[in-house]
């Protein structure tokens, strides 16, 4: 499958996600899809909460779905989209998040920044440079 149909199809798999949103609160809806070496997409949206701190980011919660799925590993591409007409990246919290499990693997996917108008692509080391990881703890 060639790249642009790759990034079209997850996506398409993020804006899906995207539909499920529970965001009451800010009417902010977030999408994103994980792409794992083995063709697996976990999908994941935003889930807000009354007491706002308690909020999971999309990112966040397919992260959480992939790993409760045995994903330790292989992570090879991010797709994150919002409704908005410029593209969205993940927030800090979510660059760490999916750092940790790019890392198992030793991987840095592609993260696919998606808006209505526009797709950056990037990689998730450029979002976070110098990152906190396991390694970090040895000391």
């Not at 063709?39 to 889930?47: A, E, L």
């Not at 919290?93 to 890392?103: K, S």
């Not at 108008?117 to 976070?128: A, F, I, R």
Request: charge should be negative; hydrophobic fraction near 40%.
């Amino acid at each position: 499958m060639s790249e642009d149909n790759n990034r079209d199809s997850l996506i398409a798999a993020a804006r899906m996600a995207l539909e499920n949103s529970y965001s009451p609160y800010s009417k902010f809806r977030v999408g994103a899809a994980l792409h794992f070496a083995d063709g697996t997409v976990v999908t994941g949206t935003n889930i807000e909460n009354a007491s706002y701190g308690l909020a999971l980011c999309a990112e966040t919660v397919a992260v959480a779905k992939a790993m409760d799925d045995g994903h330790r590993g292989g992570l090879e591409e991010v797709a994150v989209i919002g409704e908005t007409a410029a593209p969205i990246t993940p927030c800090g919290r979510c660059r760490q998040v999916l750092n940790e499990l790019a890392g198992l693997g030793g991987t840095d996917p592609v993260v696919w920044c998606a808006g209505e108008d526009d797709v950056v692509k990037t990689h998730l080391s450029d979002l976070l440079p110098q990152a906190f990881g396991p390694a970090s703890l040895k000391g």
